[in-house]
C-alpha cells in the first residue's frame, strides 16, 4: 500500500511538472530568458574600442562596422517570413547557430587565433550574429503577442524591457566570469544566448487564445520583478563606480541579478499549482459532468470535444462576418481594410501610414542607435575612464528597460483611459532624444550621464511603440512579417548618420588634431579625437532630425487619431466573448442532459 502511496504520488508531481513546462506561464517565463539573452548588439560600445585597436580601425571603419551590426539586428525579413511557414522552434534554433557562428568569430579575430580577417569579413560576421536577435524576436516575442492579443501593449513592453536590461544583465555575468575584459564579453555574447535558446526552444509555441481571471494581476507581478531588477541593476553599477569590487564581490552581484531574472518561474509554478488544484478538486458542478460521462460517455464526450474544438471555429466565423472580403498575402494591394483589421503584407508595406513610420524610424533610431553606438567613444573623447564608459552603457541599457516598460505600460494604461494614441507618445520620446543629442553636443560636467538615460529611454520606448502600433493598425495575421520590415528603416538610419556623418566628422577633428601636432595618419595606430569639438558639430545635426522625426510623428497622430479613440481591442473581447458563452451554454446542456 505504501508503495502504490509513493507510486501515486510521484505520478500526480510528474503530471503536475508536465502542466508547469506545458503552461502559458512557463513559456512567458522562457521567453523573458531568450529576451534577456538577445541584446547584445547594445554592448558595442563596451567592446568596440578592443576591435578598433586590435584590428587598427579608424573611427569611419568601426562606425561601419557598427552600422553592418545595426543592419542585421533590424532586416529580419528573413526570420520573419520563415516563421510565417515554420514552427517556432525552427526558428529559434537558426538564430541560436547564427549568434554564435558570428560572434565567436569576432572573437577569434580579436584574439588573433585566426588571421586577421578583411573589413567585409568582419562586418559579415557582426551582421550574422546581430541579426540572430531578429529569430529570438520572431520565435519568441510574435509568439507571446499572438497567445495574448488583448494584452499586447504590456506583453511587448515586458519582452522588449526584458531585451533593454539585457546590456546590465550581461555586464555583471560578465563580470563574475571574466573580470574586467572586454575581449572576453564577445565570448560570453556568443555562447550563452546561444545555450538559452537551445535549453527552451520546444517551450515557445502557439496556445489557444483564452482568458485567465489572474492574468492582469500577473502581468503587473512581472512589471514589478522587472522595475526590482532595474535598480538592482542601477545601485549595483553605481556602486561599482564609486567602490573597488573584488572578484567576490563581482559574483554575489551576478547572483542577485540571476534571483530577479528567475523570479518569474516562481510566479508561473504558483499560477500553474492553483489550476492543478482546482482541477484536482473541482467544483460540484464538474463532478455532476464526470457522472455523466459514466451513464451516457458518447454523447458527453462528443460535446466535450465539440466544446474544446468549437473556438477555432468561432473565431473563423467572426473573422468572416467582420471581413466579408478576405485578402491573401499580398492581394488588394490598393484597397485595404480599416485599421486594426488584418493587412496584407504590401497593402501595410505601402500604406502612408506605414511610410510615415519609416520615416520617423529612419530619424528616431537611427539617431538613438548613432548615439548608443558612439558612447565608448564619446566617453573616450571627453577623457572618461573605462569603467565609467562602461557605466555608461549599462546605464544606457537601464533606461532603455524603462523606456520600454513605459511605451507598453504606461502607453496602455493612457490609451485606455484617456484615447492618446500611441504615435503621440512617439513623437514626445523622439524630442527627448533631441535634448540628450544637445548635452552630448554641448557636455558639462555629469551631462553624459543625463544624455546617456534620455537617449536610453528614448529608444527603448520607441522600438516598443512601433511594435506596437504595426500590431495596431496593421493586424496580427502576417505581423512576423510587417514587425521586421517595420523597423528596415533603423539601419538606414544608422548608416547614414553614424558612417556619413558623425564618422566622417570625427575623424575630420581626429585628423586636424594630428596636423596641429606635426603628425600623419601613417604615425599612428589608432585615430582619436579628444576634446568636446569631436561630437559637437555632428550631434547637434542628430538633434534636428530628431526634431524632424517628431513633427512628422504628428501627422501619423492626427491621422489615427479616430481610430485610437474608439475601442482596440474589441474584436478580441468579442471573440473570448463568444468563445466563454458557447463552453458555458455547453456545460448547462451537459448538467441538464444529468
Known amino acids: 500500500m505504501a508503495t502504490d502511496h509513493q507510486s501515486n504520488d510521484h505520478c500526480q508531481c510528474c503530471s503536475f511538472l508536465l502542466q508547469v513546462l506545458r503552461g502559458r506561464w512557463f513559456m512567458m517565463f522562457a521567453s523573458f530568458l531568450i529576451m534577456a539573452g538577445a541584446g547584445a548588439t547594445y554592448l558595442f560600445g563596451t567592446y568596440s574600442k578592443e576591435i578598433k585597436s586590435t584590428l587598427g580601425y579608424d573611427q569611419t571603419t568601426l562606425n561601419l562596422l557598427s552600422t553592418c551590426k545595426d543592419l542585421g539586428a533590424n532586416v529580419g525579413v528573413l526570420s520573419g517570413l520563415l516563421a510565417e511557414v515554420t514552427p517556432p522552434w ?110 527552451f526552444v520546444y517551450t515557445i509555441r502557439p496556445l489557444k487564445v483564452s482568458s485567465h481571471p489572474n492574468e492582469l494581476k500577473v502581468f503587473y507581478e512581472y512589471l514589478y520583478i522587472t522595475i526590482a531588477l532595474a535598480l538592482c541593476l542601477m545601485g549595483l553599477t553605481i556602486a561599482q563606480k564609486q567602490a573597488h569590487f573584488p572578484h567576490v564581490g563581482y559574483i554575489g552581484s551576478a547572483i542577485a541579478v540571476c534571483i530577479f531574472v528567475f523570479l518569474p518561474l516562481f510566479i ?218 517595420g523597423q528596415l528603416a533603423s539601419p538606414l538610419g544608422s548608416y547614414v548618420l553614424n558612417v556619413i556623418v558623425v564618422g566622417r566628422l570625427y575623424d575630420r577633428e581626429a585628423m586636424k588634431q594630428l596636423a596641429e601636432k606635426g603628425m600623419t595618419r601613417a604615425m599612428v595606430k589608432d585615430l582619436t579625437c579628444i576634446g568636446r569639438q569631436c561630437y559637437r558639430l555632428s550631434f547637434t545635426i542628430l538633434a534636428g532630425v530628431n526634431i524632424f522625426g517628431a513633427l512628422i510623428t504628428f501627422i501619423l497622430v492626427m491621422r489615427t487619431r479616430r481610430y485610437y479613440s474608439g475601442d482596440i481591442y474589441k474584436k478580441f473581447k468579442e471573440q473570448i466573448a463568444a468563445a466563454n458563452e458557447k463552453k458555458m451554454a455547453a456545460k448547462q446542456n451537459v448538467s441538464g442532459n444529468t
Open 90 to 199: 525552427l526558428v529559434l534554433l537558426v538564430g541560436s547557430a547564427m549568434n554564435f557562428g558570428g560572434y565567436f568569430m569576432i572573437w577569434l579575430a580579436v584574439m588573433k587565433k585566426i588571421a586577421k580577417p578583411k573589413v567585409w569579413q568582419m562586418c559579415l560576421y557582426i551582421c550574422i550574429g546581430a541579426n540572430s536577435q531578429n529569430f529570438a524576436n520572431t520565435g519568441s516575442l510574435v509568439t507571446c503577442v499572438k497567445n495574448f492579443p488583448e494584452s499586447r501593449g504590456m506583453m511587448l513592453g515586458l519582452m522588449k524591457g526584458f531585451v533593454g536590461l539585457s546590456g546590465a544583465v550581461f555586464t555583471q555575468i560578465y563580470l563574475a566570469i571574466y573580470g574586467n575584459d572586454a575581449k572576453s564579453m564577445i565570448l560570453l555574447i556568443a555562447w550563452l544566448p546561444a545555450l538559452v535558446s537551445l535549453v
Open 268 to 485: 508561473a509554478f504558483r499560477e500553474e499549482f492553483a489550476a492543478w488544484q482546482q482541477r484536482k478538486h473541482p467544483t460540484p458542478a464538474y463532478a455532476v459532468v464526470i457522472v455523466s460521462e459514466q451513464t451516457t460517455p458518447v454523447a458527453t464526450k462528443s460535446e466535450i470535444v465539440e466544446i474544446e474544438s468549437d473556438h477555432s471555429q468561432t473565431l473563423q466565423t467572426e473573422n468572416k462576418k467582420q471581413e466579408p472580403d478576405q485578402t491573401p498575402c499580398c492581394g488588394n494591394i490598393f484597397k485595404p481594410p480599416k485599421r486594426g483589421e488584418d493587412y496584407g503584407i504590401l497593402q501595410a508595406l505601402l500604406s502612408i501610414d506605414m511610410l510615415i513610420l519609416f520615416l520617423a524610424t529612419f530619424c528616431g533610431l537611427g539617431c538613438s542607435l548613432t548615439a548608443i553606438d558612439n558612447l565608448g567613444q564619446i566617453g573616450e573623447s571627453l577623457g572618461y575612464p573605462q569603467h565609467t564608459i562602461n557605466t555608461f552603457v549599462s546605464l544606457v541599457s537601464i533606461w532603455n528597460y524603462f523606456g520600454r516598460v513605459f511605451a507598453g505600460f504606461v502607453s496602455e494604461i493612457i490609451l485606455l483611459k484617456y484615447k492618446v494614441p500611441r504615435p503621440l507618445i512617439m513623437a514626445i520620446s523622439l524630442i527627448l532624444s533631441a535634448v540628450g543629442d544637445v548635452l552630448i553636443a554641448f557636455p558639462k560636467p555629469g551631462s553624459v550621464y543625463v544624455a546617456s538615460l534620455l537617449v536610453g529611454f528614448s529608444y527603448g520606448a520607441q522600438l516598443t511603440l512601433l511594435f506596437i502600433i504595426i500590431s495596431e493598425l496593421f493586424g496580427l495575421k502576417y505581423y512576423s512579417t510587417l514587425f521586421n520590415c
